[in-house]
């Protein structure tokens, strides 16, 4: 039987350490949003929030990285604990657990994959239809946090992808994208892999700069889920900033 407790505690120090940022360029400098954080949702045990890009979901190792939605969260809420997380460069509804019953029911529901997750993005190029991306993902220890493709050792990894809108001027489908499986870069590393990249993404588009947009155009969108402690159906839409 698995120990309840610890699982949580193993998820939060996973989250934790994954969201360090490892092996960036010399030449960067950490500058986050200073705008207050946007509350779309709150209950008795969860609070959700959209989080700005550039802005950590959780502190970094070094002292100028500490700044951090998390620790923003717990100036208001000091029991409050991270349930997943964003990458720096994404914007989008992110969730924490008020307490620590909460924090263990909200990591199970992750586990489950019970957690219904749409994300908005710019990709480069014309992307027709709907359709899925289901290749295996694994880290590019050389070159973290980079991920790659790697078919013998990877870990499982589904994408499903719908185009909404096309843009000649720019070359540029605006497509919704549901992960099913929750990776590290995931849908970056999908979208690239299929030859559509996510316009001003610094480590899978060749062209990063070519962006209408001075940010990665990824953006968590929309989450739904069944309360785990109130059994209250939850569905919570962001703004989407592009």
Partial sequence: MIDS????????RSLLYAAIPMALNDNFIYSPPQEDLVIVYEDDDLVVIEKPAGLLSVPGRLPEHQDSAYLRVLAQYPHAKITHRLDMATSGILMFAKHR??????????????????????????????GSVEVPLITDWENRPRQIVHFELGKPAK???????????????????????????????????????????????????????KRMALHASFLAFQQPLSGKAVAIHGRVPF
Avoid: W
């Avoid at 407790?5 to 939060?12: L, R, V």
């Avoid at 909460?102 to 992307?127: D, W």
């Avoid at 992808?161 to 540029?172: G, K, M, N, V």
């Avoid at 099913?180 to 993404?201: A, E, F, N, W």
């Fill in 159 to 213: 994408t499903l992808y719908q185009a909404l809108s096309y843009d000649t001027e720019t070359d540029i489908t605006r497509v919704l994208l549901t992960p099913i499986t929750g990776r590290s870069h995931q849908l970056r590393v999908h979208m690239q892999y299929i030859g559509h990249p996510i316009t001003g993404d610094k480590l899978y588009h060749p062209e990063p700069t070519r962006s209408p947009l």
């Fill in 5 to 12: 407790s610890n699982t949580a505690c193993y998820f939060s």
């Fill in 101 to 130: 019953d909460a924090e263990v029911a909200v990591s199970k529901m992750f586990q489950a994959r019970t957690v219904e997750k749409h994300y908005i993005a710019l990709v480069q190029g014309q992307l027709d239809a709907e």
